[in-house]
């Protein structure tokens, strides 16, 4: 059994902490987080024990951390775990900048021990189901696509949405990694991104009932919409857009279009969901996922997320925490892990990647391979 410690107590921790019972080969035994009153009021709502930073990092019973700061925190403290001998699991990103996301593998490999970062969704019933289908060649070699992730940002949901929208945020860092997971997951690598972007609004106000900070604005530093191309090593180009600044829309989340048939798939910050296939001269095919492991809505709840309508309750499948526990029984099988270190990597390289296309208004080069990345490190650097 895996013992982890869970650093980092803010929204997100909730759903890790409440999906223990559906995983059998670790367990959360301790929290920590910066502001210790936040891991105390997380200890007593799981019953689980509350402890500063430096302490969990030295306690010899806890294998492994789990590390849901900000991502501006990311590396740091996956690099203080390695330093301590510990496993690493993380919420994406991998860190904010091509250096460190290496210098956490480098250090990994030098340690022996294993770092793993969300998405996890990747392992959800939706996206295998779409990647056996692609396996079997049911839709041929793909062609192109569409990824969509279109919002109204996060300040009336996020209690602190305020690195959000600053440099390291906006809605390519922060919800990009579902998206681009999802495709080099299906897809494999990719060679070569263009984009553009802007900011919709100047300031954003704080309007998430829970927020302390209830009506104050906040100045936006970074690109809140950002559209373009991203052009696979297998040949594939898919267009994106991820935005902050759109009231409602009817785009799906993902589509994939080969030389045989179509996929549409559903929001990759989940689990479940509804895959679509057609083929030409054919009814098209849906299929449920419901029914299948880890695709039965279980999210959002009543008691973690209560005032939301009712029609909303128990409508997704969210089960964060299966790439931990994929982690763990990788470890004990001695094979690789799902959720990798160096594809998140990979991803990483996409996301600023899609930033810096904006940004300078010029086609990025991605690199496909980790000799590739140390190379691109050097000519940034």
Known sequence: MMRVGLIGCGNISD?????????????????????HEAAKARAAEFDVEAMSVDAMMARG?????????????????????????????QEKPLATSLADGQAVLDAAKAAGVRVACAPDTILGP???????????????????????????GMEARHPNPDFF??????????????????????LGPVVSVEARGLIGFKERVITAPSAPRFGEAIRVETFTTLQGLLQFTAGAQIAFSFSWDVWK?????????????????????FFGGTVELAIPGQPVEIIQT????????????????????????????NYRGLGLEDMAVAINEKRPHVASADTAQHVLQVLLGIVEAA??????????????VKARLRELA
Not at 140 to 150: D, E, H, L, N
Request: proline residues 9%.
């Open 249 to 269: 829309h009817n785009q799906a989340p993902m589509e994939l279009h080969g030389a045989l048939g179509s996929l549409r798939l559903p929001d990759p910050n």
């Open 359 to 372: 940004t300078d208004r010029k086609s990025v080069a991605i690199a496909a391979s980790p000799d590739q």
């Open 15 to 35: 759903i890790y902490l409440r999906n223990q019972p559906h995983f059998r080969n670790y367990r959360i035994v301790a929290v920590a987080d910066l502001v």
């Open 61 to 89: 019973d806890i294998d492994t951390i789990l590390n849901l700061t900000i991502p501006s925190a990311h590396a740091p403290l996956a690099l203080q775990a390695i330093a301590c001998g510990k496993h690493v699991y």
């Open 290 to 317: 419901a029914t299948m492991p880890f695709g039965q809505p279980n999210f959002p709840d009543a008691t973690s997320m209560p005032g939301l309508p009712t029609a909303i309750y128990g409508t997704l499948a």
């Open 165 to 186: 929208f600053k440099a390291g945020g906006g809605p390519v860092l922060d919800m990009g990694p579902y998206y681009i997971s999802t495709l080099v997951h299906l």
């Open 126 to 152: 939706s996206i295998q189901t779409a990647r056996m289908l692609i396996a079997e060649d049911r839709i041929g070699q793909i062609i192109t696509g569409s990824a969509s992730m279109m919002t109204h």
